[in-house]
């Protein structure tokens, strides 16, 4: 058996005996440092989910300085978008660059969001934006659905 490490990781193992045979287990790789400013080449996630009651506080009771981008094709974000929101679809190939033109940096707050919880378009531009460096990245997983249903109940 052979294992693969990084510099940045620790890898803790442990041996068991179970019915007799000795079985190695690697637990957990651990993440000792951050990237500052480089691509983030490690699949752990930075993005944070956020739901609506957090989007809604942090543009209307905070006003917190982010950029809320819907990432879907241009004739999605036509039929109906979030009111504050811009489009950049994720599938652009300039995509990230986009993204940091209106950003201004890839230190600013962003927020993407798509259709509804089953669209992956959102994980994927996240992903996009942290691979490209980003360090604060949101994914309001909800989307459109979410928003427009919650607030047609309230």
Not at 69 to 94: A, Y
């Amino acid at each position: 058996m052979k294992f693969l490490t990084c510099e940045c990781m620790s890898l803790v193992t442990a041996t068991f005996v179970f019915a007799g045979q000795a079985l190695a287990v690697v637990l957990v790789c651990v993440l000792e440092t951050v990237n500052q400013g480089e691509p983030n080449t490690h699949r752990e996630a930075l993005m944070k989910p956020i739901t609506r009651d957090d989007l809604k506080t942090m543009n209307e009771a905070e006003h917190e300085d982010f950029v809320l981008i819907n990432v879907l094709p241009r004739e999605e974000f036509n039929k109906q978008h979030i009111r504050t929101s811009i489009n950049i679809p994720v599938d652009d190939t300039d995509f990230s660059e986009k993204v940091e033109s209106v950003a201004g940096g890839k230190d600013r707050k962003i927020v993407v969001y798509s259709a509804n919880f089953d669209c992956e378009a959102s994980p994927k531009a996240a992903r996009k934006l942290e691979d490209a460096g980003f360090t604060q990245v949101y994914d309001y997983e909800g989307g459109t659905k979410d928003w427009f249903e919650k607030k047609q109940a309230a």
